[in-house]
Protein backbone atom coordinates (compact mmCIF):
# COMPACT_ATOMS: atom_id res chain seq x y z
CA UNK A 1 0.00 0.00 0.00
CA UNK A 2 1.42 3.38 -1.25
CA UNK A 3 1.76 5.61 2.40
CA UNK A 4 2.87 9.17 2.92
CA UNK A 5 3.26 10.46 5.78
CA UNK A 6 4.14 14.38 6.29
CA UNK A 7 5.34 15.99 9.42
CA UNK A 8 7.54 19.70 10.73
CA UNK A 9 4.04 21.39 10.06
CA UNK A 10 3.57 24.11 13.35
CA UNK A 11 3.07 27.56 14.34
CA UNK A 12 5.89 29.78 13.05
CA UNK A 13 6.55 34.26 12.82
CA UNK A 14 6.43 35.68 9.64
CA UNK A 15 10.26 35.68 8.39
CA UNK A 16 10.85 32.47 9.99
CA UNK A 17 11.89 29.81 8.72
CA UNK A 18 10.55 25.77 8.61
CA UNK A 19 11.02 22.32 7.12
CA UNK A 20 8.78 19.90 6.07
CA UNK A 21 9.28 15.82 5.94
CA UNK A 22 7.45 13.05 3.98
CA UNK A 23 8.40 9.72 4.27
CA UNK A 24 6.95 7.49 1.85
CA UNK A 25 6.41 3.68 2.08
CA UNK A 26 4.34 1.32 -0.20
CA UNK A 27 6.54 2.06 -3.85
CA UNK A 28 9.82 2.68 -5.51
CA UNK A 29 10.58 5.56 -3.88
CA UNK A 30 13.67 6.71 -6.33
CA UNK A 31 11.87 5.64 -9.57
CA UNK A 32 8.94 8.70 -8.81
CA UNK A 33 8.99 12.55 -9.24
CA UNK A 34 7.08 14.39 -6.35
CA UNK A 35 4.84 17.17 -5.15
CA UNK A 36 3.93 19.58 -2.48
CA UNK A 37 0.67 21.11 -2.79
CA UNK A 38 -0.87 23.34 -0.66
CA UNK A 39 -4.24 24.40 0.35
CA UNK A 40 -5.82 26.94 2.82
CA UNK A 41 -8.77 25.13 4.45
CA UNK A 42 -11.93 25.98 2.90
CA UNK A 43 -9.78 27.07 -0.25
CA UNK A 44 -8.48 25.64 -3.34
CA UNK A 45 -5.41 23.81 -4.42
CA UNK A 46 -2.42 25.45 -5.03
CA UNK A 47 0.86 23.62 -6.56
CA UNK A 48 3.72 24.50 -4.92
CA UNK A 49 6.91 22.90 -6.73
CA UNK A 50 8.04 19.29 -7.71
CA UNK A 51 11.24 17.49 -8.04
CA UNK A 52 12.27 14.61 -10.64
CA UNK A 53 13.32 11.31 -9.41
CA UNK A 54 16.81 12.03 -8.90
CA UNK A 55 16.88 15.77 -8.37
CA UNK A 56 17.62 16.78 -11.67
CA UNK A 57 14.94 18.84 -12.42
CA UNK A 58 13.09 21.29 -9.58
CA UNK A 59 10.50 23.44 -10.59
CA UNK A 60 8.73 26.25 -8.44
CA UNK A 61 5.03 28.31 -8.08
CA UNK A 62 6.17 31.91 -8.65
CA UNK A 63 4.71 33.03 -5.16
CA UNK A 64 7.65 30.73 -3.40
CA UNK A 65 10.85 30.86 -6.06
CA UNK A 66 13.97 31.90 -4.05
CA UNK A 67 11.87 31.16 -0.43
CA UNK A 68 11.39 27.56 -0.27
CA UNK A 69 13.42 24.61 -1.30
CA UNK A 70 12.50 21.03 -2.16
CA UNK A 71 14.65 17.99 -1.76
CA UNK A 72 14.76 14.53 -1.55
CA UNK A 73 16.95 11.75 0.12
CA UNK A 74 16.29 8.47 -1.89
CA UNK A 75 18.26 6.26 0.74
CA UNK A 76 16.01 7.58 3.28
CA UNK A 77 12.52 7.64 1.13
CA UNK A 78 12.41 11.04 1.81
CA UNK A 79 11.04 14.15 0.72
CA UNK A 80 11.71 17.97 2.38
CA UNK A 81 10.67 21.09 1.78
CA UNK A 82 13.02 24.00 3.07
CA UNK A 83 10.70 26.81 3.57
CA UNK A 84 12.34 29.76 4.49
CA UNK A 85 11.11 34.07 4.84
CA UNK A 86 7.89 32.68 5.63
CA UNK A 87 4.87 34.80 4.95
CA UNK A 88 1.16 34.83 6.31
CA UNK A 89 0.10 33.69 3.25
CA UNK A 90 1.42 30.63 3.00
CA UNK A 91 -0.40 29.10 6.29
CA UNK A 92 -1.96 26.16 4.45
CA UNK A 93 -2.05 22.73 4.92
CA UNK A 94 1.13 21.13 2.77
CA UNK A 95 0.63 17.57 1.11
CA UNK A 96 3.25 15.95 -0.09
CA UNK A 97 2.56 14.12 -3.69
CA UNK A 98 3.55 11.04 -5.73
CA UNK A 99 3.49 12.16 -9.63
CA UNK A 100 1.63 9.50 -11.15
CA UNK A 101 3.94 8.00 -13.63
CA UNK A 102 7.60 7.16 -12.86
CA UNK A 103 10.76 8.33 -14.86
CA UNK A 104 10.26 12.30 -15.61
CA UNK A 105 6.82 12.19 -14.37
CA UNK A 106 3.64 13.20 -15.98
CA UNK A 107 2.51 15.98 -13.75
CA UNK A 108 -0.27 14.47 -12.68
CA UNK A 109 -0.76 13.92 -8.78
CA UNK A 110 -1.35 10.39 -7.98
CA UNK A 111 -1.12 9.76 -4.62
CA UNK A 112 -1.41 12.56 -1.50
CA UNK A 113 -0.02 12.62 1.81
CA UNK A 114 -2.98 13.38 4.77
CA UNK A 115 -0.72 17.07 4.98
CA UNK A 116 0.71 18.62 7.48
CA UNK A 117 -0.12 21.91 8.46
CA UNK A 118 2.01 25.38 8.64
CA UNK A 119 0.52 28.55 10.03
CA UNK A 120 2.65 31.84 9.81
CA UNK A 121 1.70 34.36 12.49
CA UNK A 122 2.64 36.66 15.02
CA UNK B 1 0.12 30.39 -16.29
CA UNK B 2 -2.77 29.12 -17.84
CA UNK B 3 -5.59 29.67 -15.96
CA UNK B 4 -8.21 26.80 -15.37
CA UNK B 5 -11.85 28.07 -14.73
CA UNK B 6 -13.80 25.93 -13.61
CA UNK B 7 -17.73 25.98 -13.83
CA UNK B 8 -20.31 25.72 -11.51
CA UNK B 9 -18.66 26.33 -8.57
CA UNK B 10 -21.33 23.97 -6.89
CA UNK B 11 -24.46 21.74 -8.16
CA UNK B 12 -27.80 20.84 -5.93
CA UNK B 13 -28.57 17.28 -7.11
CA UNK B 14 -29.89 13.99 -6.32
CA UNK B 15 -28.85 10.77 -6.06
CA UNK B 16 -29.41 9.19 -9.66
CA UNK B 17 -28.71 12.22 -11.76
CA UNK B 18 -26.41 12.84 -14.16
CA UNK B 19 -24.09 15.80 -13.42
CA UNK B 20 -21.65 17.82 -15.71
CA UNK B 21 -18.72 20.12 -14.06
CA UNK B 22 -16.62 21.88 -16.99
CA UNK B 23 -13.31 23.29 -16.74
CA UNK B 24 -11.79 25.66 -19.08
CA UNK B 25 -8.14 26.14 -19.72
CA UNK B 26 -6.98 29.69 -20.94
CA UNK B 27 -4.70 28.12 -23.45
CA UNK B 28 -4.18 24.82 -25.09
CA UNK B 29 -3.08 22.50 -23.55
CA UNK B 30 -3.68 19.63 -25.26
CA UNK B 31 -4.52 16.06 -23.29
CA UNK B 32 -2.46 17.16 -20.44
CA UNK B 33 -5.46 17.31 -17.76
CA UNK B 34 -6.65 15.73 -14.56
CA UNK B 35 -9.78 15.45 -12.30
CA UNK B 36 -9.64 15.27 -8.24
CA UNK B 37 -12.45 14.84 -5.75
CA UNK B 38 -11.99 15.99 -2.01
CA UNK B 39 -13.94 14.94 0.66
CA UNK B 40 -14.44 17.20 3.47
CA UNK B 41 -11.28 16.68 5.87
CA UNK B 42 -9.17 14.14 3.45
CA UNK B 43 -7.12 14.58 0.48
CA UNK B 44 -7.64 14.62 -2.67
CA UNK B 45 -8.50 12.11 -4.78
CA UNK B 46 -7.11 11.64 -8.41
CA UNK B 47 -10.00 10.19 -10.85
CA UNK B 48 -9.51 10.93 -14.52
CA UNK B 49 -5.93 11.66 -16.18
CA UNK B 50 -4.92 12.31 -19.44
CA UNK B 51 -8.60 14.08 -20.41
CA UNK B 52 -10.51 10.84 -20.03
CA UNK B 53 -8.80 8.02 -18.25
CA UNK B 54 -9.76 6.44 -15.38
CA UNK B 55 -7.22 6.07 -12.59
CA UNK B 56 -7.39 2.23 -11.02
CA UNK B 57 -10.85 1.49 -8.83
CA UNK B 58 -12.55 4.53 -9.97
CA UNK B 59 -16.30 3.72 -10.75
CA UNK B 60 -17.16 3.59 -14.59
CA UNK B 61 -19.59 5.63 -13.99
CA UNK B 62 -16.96 8.98 -13.91
CA UNK B 63 -15.86 9.74 -17.41
CA UNK B 64 -13.87 12.55 -18.95
CA UNK B 65 -14.26 14.16 -22.14
CA UNK B 66 -12.25 17.31 -24.52
CA UNK B 67 -13.09 20.08 -26.95
CA UNK B 68 -10.70 21.79 -27.90
CA UNK B 69 -9.42 23.91 -24.31
CA UNK B 70 -13.25 22.81 -22.45
CA UNK B 71 -13.04 20.21 -20.62
CA UNK B 72 -15.89 18.03 -18.75
CA UNK B 73 -16.26 15.62 -16.45
CA UNK B 74 -19.07 13.57 -16.19
CA UNK B 75 -21.22 11.89 -13.26
CA UNK B 76 -23.55 9.82 -15.27
CA UNK B 77 -25.56 8.45 -11.84
CA UNK B 78 -24.27 9.98 -9.11
CA UNK B 79 -23.95 7.68 -5.92
CA UNK B 80 -24.11 9.03 -2.39
CA UNK B 81 -20.70 8.67 -1.86
CA UNK B 82 -20.07 11.26 -4.89
CA UNK B 83 -21.04 14.20 -2.69
CA UNK B 84 -17.65 15.85 -2.43
CA UNK B 85 -15.48 18.82 -4.10
CA UNK B 86 -14.17 18.13 -7.58
CA UNK B 87 -10.71 20.33 -9.07
CA UNK B 88 -9.15 19.68 -12.36
CA UNK B 89 -5.81 20.52 -13.12
CA UNK B 90 -3.50 21.34 -16.12
CA UNK B 91 -0.19 19.15 -16.56
CA UNK B 92 0.68 21.28 -19.54
CA UNK B 93 3.56 23.63 -18.39
CA UNK B 94 4.94 24.89 -14.62
CA UNK B 95 3.42 25.99 -12.90
CA UNK B 96 0.80 23.67 -12.37
CA UNK B 97 -2.27 25.03 -11.92
CA UNK B 98 -6.04 24.05 -11.08
CA UNK B 99 -9.73 25.39 -11.42
CA UNK B 100 -11.28 26.81 -8.13
CA UNK B 101 -13.47 23.85 -7.49
CA UNK B 102 -17.10 22.66 -8.31
CA UNK B 103 -18.89 21.32 -5.08
CA UNK B 104 -21.64 18.65 -5.71
CA UNK B 105 -24.32 19.50 -2.80
CA UNK B 106 -27.40 16.98 -2.17
CA UNK B 107 -30.45 18.50 -2.83
Known amino acids: EVQLVESGGTVVQPGGSLRLSCVVSGFDFDDYAMHWVRQVPGKGLDWVCL????????YYADSVMGRFTISRDNSRNSLYLQMNSLRREDSALYYC???????????????WGQGTPVTVSS | DIQMTQSPSSVSASVGDRVTITCRAS??????LAWYQQKPGTAPKLLVYGVSDLRSGVPSRFSGSASGTDFTLTISSLQPEDFATYYC?????????FGGGTTVQIK
Open chain 2, 89 to 97: QQAHKFPLT
Open chain 1, 97 to 111: VRDRQGGSGSYFLDS
Open chain 2, 27 to 32: QVIGNW
Open chain 1, 51 to 58: ISWDGGNI
